[in-house]
């Protein structure tokens, strides 16, 4: 019995926009683990509609069977692939036995559906046809929709707890995979003996278009992305849908063959103009970089200029005289400090983001730079009434390999920044040596103001600053931790920070090689 109809092709048409929304966004992050498992589950979902617009038109009982066990092949993965999807999606990492459970279950039940124990015969209604259901198809249903009743429960639970942004992407995939993944399973009735208008296969339709909007569209695209976007499918789709047209089986290899071809050249016809549009990206980064540093660097520069200016001329004009007149002086003395560190900083920063910068790494002594450090910054911490102290190792520290500038300059910046972040307590430093990672640590530890989560994560970047730092030091660069990544970095070391929390203070630990062979 041949069924073929125009709504036979509601499958296809269904097959071809699953299929398109699921290679557009694995193209995009080709490696990702979200995006891979994206587009297998839009693959299986695709496999299902194919098959079923075979199966539609199919002329023979035994095509039938064929194409509907061929169905199969997609769907027992469906469920294990969109669960899988869901944890990623939501970060929850405490479910993965149900994933342990999963994958071995949908193996098992495609081979148990090319058995008659899964199902066998035709059921031939008005709209189609569908193999009949046998016990093991009702076990494999109860599989299937648990793992779509907690996929959706994630999913909710995800949803309730985000915000902003987020919040309206979650709305849109919620809704997107209710239409499909609720209304879709309705193909399953007439495996059961009742008759189902086909019009459900086009649900894979409306699923395209509502998480193509919400995944892609509510990032802005450039325009020539989504010009090559669109040629690409209307391409691939060309030559796709002429692959069920073939009428014999070299014709369909050559078809297939054909396909594979535009599909590789497609992916990397996409991946250049993605890294096209990268780079024009990161070029207008460096340029908001540049805005942002001559922004910083003129109110920085002015401030302390300012200030040495205004006492130098109260000075000169004698009215300032007497013991004001040596406090001013010593005012004076430390804005100009400042300025020195701030130029030393911006400069530093400059040499850092481009490849002028030349290390010498020679061996050098930690703790001589150490004691150095806190001489230097005696009067500040003074001032602050804090405490700067440096326990010295019970054994005799190895020296480092190292620039010996730029290690009096990544200490300088670590201890200026405790100093700067705390209001009582001190500042306490001390090395470690670990002889089996030939490696010495610096400790700095503050009794300050604490790092958040939040600002763990950024604090490390170009002109980026906690919340609290900048109200309690309005007038710092944002540069000194940068510059301290950097550098360890250079001399191919490693920067940590540690920290219980808001005004609980804060570590951070240099980790250095020595310079023992």
Known sequence: MNITSTYSLLPLISSIFVIALGFFIWIKRIKEKLHILFFAYCFNISIWLFGTFKLFNAITEQDQIWWDRFIYIGVVFIPIFLYHFGLIYTNILNQKILLYVGYPLAIFFLILSRTDYFVKDLYQYRWGVHTVAQQWHTVFLIFFFFYFTAFFINLIKHYR????????Q??????????????GPLAYLPAYGIPIFPIIFLSGVPFALIVGYAIIKHNVLDVKIIATEIFVFLLSLINFVEIPFSQNTTELVLRLCVFVVIVIFSIFL???VYNEVEQRKQLKELLKIKSEFLTIASHQLRTPTSIARGMLSMIVDGSIKGKQKDDFINKTFQSVNRLERIIQDLLSASELEGSSMKLECQPVNIEEIIQNVI???AQMTKEKNLTLEYKSSKIKLPQILSDKLKTVEIIGNLVDNAIFYTEKGGITIWCEVIPDK??????????GIGITNNDRERIFGQFQRGERSLRIHPNGSGLGLFIVKKIVEACDGIVQVKSEGENKGSEFILTLHTAEK
């Not at 707890?161 to 309206?168: L, Q, V």
């Not at 709305?171 to 209304?183: P, S, T, V």
């Not at 030939?438 to 009794?447: A, R």
């Open 161 to 168: 707890n985000t915000k902003n942004e987020r919040k309206k």
């Open 170 to 183: 979650v709305k849109y995939l919620l809704i997107a995979f209710a239409i499909l993944d609720i209304i």
């Open 270 to 272: 996409l991946k250049g």
């Open 375 to 377: 001489q230097e910054r």
């Open 438 to 447: 030939k490696v010495l640590e610096i400790h700095i530890k503050d009794t």
